[in-house]
């Protein structure tokens, strides 16, 4: 049962065969060569294959390739600005936030439909929207700060002395 | 995973029809946040998928004053959680859709596959049985509905025929002072199954100040959600203190039967059960107006 989808990945119009044993992960990593999201656990517990859909981020490895028709998805790949960094890129960057960086562009993806819906998310916003990203490396903390430098809110981290 | 055949049906009618021809092989599809497991896993290999998320109506979030909650079977625990009007009228409801897994999984989890999951420990289920909530459900012979307390036979099984599809949810609003709560506790804060979780329901007469309806379901403490019903008797028609909270928690306590696994002895989930009833019970009672 091979069978023909269209799905719009960052922005692009994309025509896509695909079998049932494919889930939409497979799809980014293996038909369109997108490999910035990571396939790992594979039963939607640790968040590396998160992709955004309609805004908000899921976990890719759950959806099945044939699912995707008619989506419209935005991989990590999407905050390629020219030659330089996005600002939440940039920010991971300067806060010692990223280590393997295998959790990254999860990471990033959740933090990015966090600040597009709540540009001024406080320390608890923050750590509920990556709390479907596990990262092995950093413990959290830097990641935490990264994202609340972006917080419009002007949201000062927690630090251990509170 | 196994290979299967793939429809996608676009109304009630259409999806019922494909049911009928394939029932016996066939598996409905919502957000996939379980079912792509199992199938990933071999635990199930439909030969049959039938995704019902084109079908709109399946969403939707209504309520109206005074009458019922109708919450869709594919509305998400996300769209659950962050539903002004469930906020507002019914906020355990919302809480509890809030503890579902994680952001990602909430956005794609369904009430609809939470329920017929069937899962000891799924969260939706004790406040929804709390709430007394009722279930829509079509099949080949037209529309049925049951107490959602009813509906699970076991882990993992239900009494949805192979031929029905749950439609909808419904809550009614109950009258007078109520409050009800919603606490569970896991191991880790989030990606995780409750250890146990406690629904608490409770309405106190205003005249009387005495409790005069109360029920308590328990997740993850027995095959089914089950009810505490030794603990209800206990509060029931009494004046709630501080002290008859407690006893009403030791016997929930005790009527819980969980089993040692991973996630915890039982000895030490009883232990958490007698916590959060007096919690959700205390809970229950602040949110009583």
Redesign the interface.
């Known amino acids: ?1 091979k ?1 023909t989808i269209r799905l719009i990945v960052n922005g692009e119009s994309k025509e896509l065969k695909v ?3 494919q ?1 939409l992960l497979d799809l980014i990593r293996d038909e369109l060569g997108l490999t910035g999201t990571k396939k790992v656990c ?4 640790c ?1 590396a294959c ?1 992709i955004i ?1 309609d805004g ?4 890719s ?4 390739g ?2 995707a ?1 008619g989506l419209e998805i935005t991989t990590i790949e999407a905050l390629k600005i020219g030659a330089g960094l996005h600002p939440i890129q940039d920010a991971f960057v300067r806060h010692g936030a990223v280590q393997c960086g295998f959790c990254t562009p999860g990471m990033i993806l ?1 933090a990015k439909a966090l600040l597009d819906k709540n540009p001024k998310p406080d320390e608890d916003d923050v750590r ?2 990556i ?2 990203n ?1 990262c092995r490396c950093t413990g959290y903390q830097k990641i935490v700060e990264a994202i609340i430098s972006l917080s419009q809110g002007k949201t000062a981290p927690r630090t251990e002395t509170e | 995973m196994k290979a299967y055949e793939y429809f996608a049906p676009s109304s009630l009618s259409e999806a019922l029809g494909l049911l009928e021809h394939c029932k016996d092989e066939a598996k409905l599809l919502a957000g996939g946040t379980d079912l792509v497991v199992q199938m990933k896993q071999h635990i199930l290999e439909p030969a049959f998928l039938i995704d019902l998320k084109k079908i709109k109506d399946l969403k939707r979030i209504d309520y109206k004053a005074g009458q019922d909650l109708c919450l869709g079977a594919l509305a998400t625990a996300s769209e659950i959680h962050d539903s002004n009007e469930v906020k507002a009228h019914f906020p355990a409801i919302s809480e509890a859709a809030g503890v579902i897994g994680s952001p990602q999984i909430r956005n794609r989890a369904t009430i609809g596959g939470n329920i017929c999951r069937s899962a000891p420990s799924g969260d939706l289920p004790p406040i929804l049985i709390a709430l007394a909530a009722s279930l829509n459900i079509v099949g080949p012979k037209g529309e049925r509905s049951l107490l959602l307390e009813d509906f699970f036979a076991g882990p993992g099984k239900t009494y949805l025929n192979p031929d029905e599809i749950l439609v909808k949810v419904e809550v009614a609003y109950p009258g007078g002072r109520w409050g009800a709560a919603y606490l569970r506790y896991s191991l880790r804060e989030t990606l995780d199954l409750a250890m146990a979780g406690v629904a608490v329901f409770l309405a106190i007469n205003p005249k009387t100040n005495l409790c005069e309806n109360v029920r308590i379901a328990l997740a993850s403490v027995a095959p089914t959600p089950m009810r505490a019903r030794e603990a209800e008797r206990l509060l029931l028609g009494q004046k709630l203190s501080e002290e008859l909270t407690w006893k009403a928690a030791s016997a929930a306590s005790e009527e819980a039967k969980p089993i040692s696994d991973v996630y915890g002895e039982a000895w030490y989930k009883k232990d958490i059960v007698k916590v959060l009833v007096r919690r959700a019970v205390t809970e229950s009672m602040l949110r009583c107006n």
């Open positions: 049962m069978t079998n049932p044993r889930t594979g039963t939607g517990d968040g998160t859909l908000k981020p899921v976990n490895c759950l959806i099945l044939i699912e028709d959740s509920i929207a709390s479907g596990l």
